[in-house]
Structure formats: C-alpha cells, structure tokens
C-alpha cells in the first residue's frame, strides 16, 4: 500500500513555531520531488514549498520565503516543514504530494498527483 501521511499540526501563537512531517510508505520518497500546498475553504490550493528529487535545490513562494524551511531526511522517508513566525494568514490544511514520476527535475506543482489527506495548523493568539 503506497501513502502519504501528514503530521505536525495544531495550533500555534504567531511568532512560534511548528514543524510538519510528511511520512511515505510503501516507496522511497527520496527518488522523486515532494512539495507541500495548503488550502483554505473556499479556495484554491496554494504552492508552498518543494524539495527536488535530483539536486535537492528548493522552492518557496514568496508569502513564506525566508520563514519556512524544507528538508529531507532520507532514513524516516520523510520529508519536514518547518514554519517559523507563523501568521494567522498561514492558518490553512497543509498537503504534501509527490511528483508522479520518479527522477523528474525541478519543482512544478503540475506534476504534483499523490497526495496525503493533509494537517491542520491553525495560527492564533
């Protein structure tokens, strides 16, 4: 059975911090690039992060560059985010999701088609 179980949420102050872990089983995480998305009711799904499969190089969108930081850790099988200074705008459900194809170079969210069924973080005081 292949699967991608997210874990790590709650509730957080803002200023604090909260890491998520994305577990895989059933494969190797490490061949392929695992990105992380949150959503919002009522709203599309949001890119945040990616970690490639190849060079290891990374990916962050504006609204959480130089707060998150995205790693590996290939002896779990899993795939971390760590959220530093947390908003109330970063409350959401966060996903990871794995490239379908094993090896494939840089981070395009397109190609993003397994994904986990996701955590909750919610940020307030």
């Known amino acids: 059975q292949l699967q991608l179980v997210e874990s790590g949420g709650g509730l957080v102050q803002p200023g604090g911090s909260l890491r998520l872990s994305c577990a895989g089983s059933g494969f190797t995480l490490d061949y392929y690039t695992i990105g992380w998305f949150r959503q919002v009711p009522g709203k599309e799904h949001e890119g945040v992060s990616c970690i490639s499969s190849s060079d290891s190089s990374t990916y962050y969108s504006d609204s959480v560059k130089g707060r998150f930081t995205i790693s590996r850790d290939k002896a779990k099988n899993t795939v971390y985010l760590q959220m530093n200074s947390p908003k109330p705008e970063d409350t959401a459900v966060y996903y990871c999701?794995?490239?379908?194809?094993?090896?494939?170079?840089?981070?395009?969210?397109?190609?993003?088609?397994?994904w986990g069924d996701g955590t909750l973080v919610t940020v307030s005081s």
């Open positions: 999701a794995t490239d379908l194809d094993p090896y494939r170079p840089g981070c395009n969210w397109s190609n993003m088609g397994y």
